[in-house]
């Protein structure tokens, strides 16, 4: 683990935008893993959101914190 992750920029719950492959989405973390998965362990902090994409209910997992762009508008 690496000691100079940091603490975590969002909590469950948080509503945020972030990067997936060539899109940009709106969700809301449904659970936030410190230190990342297991295939990024220690390399950053990484989360699952729940968002809807073509028209359907998504639920992507271990997006690396660095891929949220921040939270919704009107969150904070």
Do not use: T
Not at 3 to 30: A, H, S, T, W
Not at 39 to 65: A, F
């Amino acid at each position: 683990m690496n000691p100079n992750l940091g603490p975590m920029k969002y909590q469950l719950n948080d509503r945020v935008v972030f990067r997936f492959q060539d899109e940009l989405l709106n969700g809301c973390i449904v659970v936030a893993d410190f230190g990342g998965s297991l295939e990024m362990l220690g390399k950053c902090h990484s989360y699952d959101l729940r968002c809807r994409r073509k028209g359907q209910g998504w639920l992507i997992k271990h997006v690396p914190e660095d891929d949220i762009i921040g939270f919704q508008a009107g969150q904070a």
